[in-house]
């Protein structure tokens, strides 16, 4: 059992940041992949950022150019550098984490882009 706990959500202005971090309790080295989706009122969970264990990136087409997916393996946590950020990127952000025999979300961290 692996368990993934974010931080970093909030309430944050248009065109601000935050960074989103995701503390796996087993090394992400042997993930097969690592990810974040998004969900937000009525709509379906979507991926925005992955990072597959060959060094690619991921994104959803909304957030390329603003959205930046990082690992630190030694602390094995996952980071999801947010700039310019826009009303509709308002949803609960979730880690997922995919090993070679199970997959793993985390609970959510809720993310409010308003004025």
């Known amino acids: 059992q692996v368990q993934l706990v974010e931080s970093g959500g909030g309430l944050v202005q248009p065109g601000g940041s935050l960074r989103l971090s995701c503390a796996a309790s087993r090394s992400i080295f042997s993930a097969n992949y690592m990810g974040w989706y998004r969900q937000a009122p009525a709509k379906q969970r979507e991926l925005v950022a992955g990072?597959?264990?060959?060094?690619?990136?991921d994104y959803a087409d909304s957030v390329k150019g603003r959205f930046t997916i990082s690992r630190d393996n030694p602390k094995n946590t996952v980071y999801l550098q947010m700039d310019s950020l826009k009303a509709q990127d308002t949803a609960v952000y979730y880690c997922?984490?995919?090993?070679?025999?199970?997959?793993?979300w985390g609970q959510g961290t809720q993310v409010t882009v308003s004025s």
């Open positions: 990072s597959p264990n060959d060094g690619r990136t």
């Open positions: 997922y984490a995919r090993y070679p025999t199970d997959t793993y």
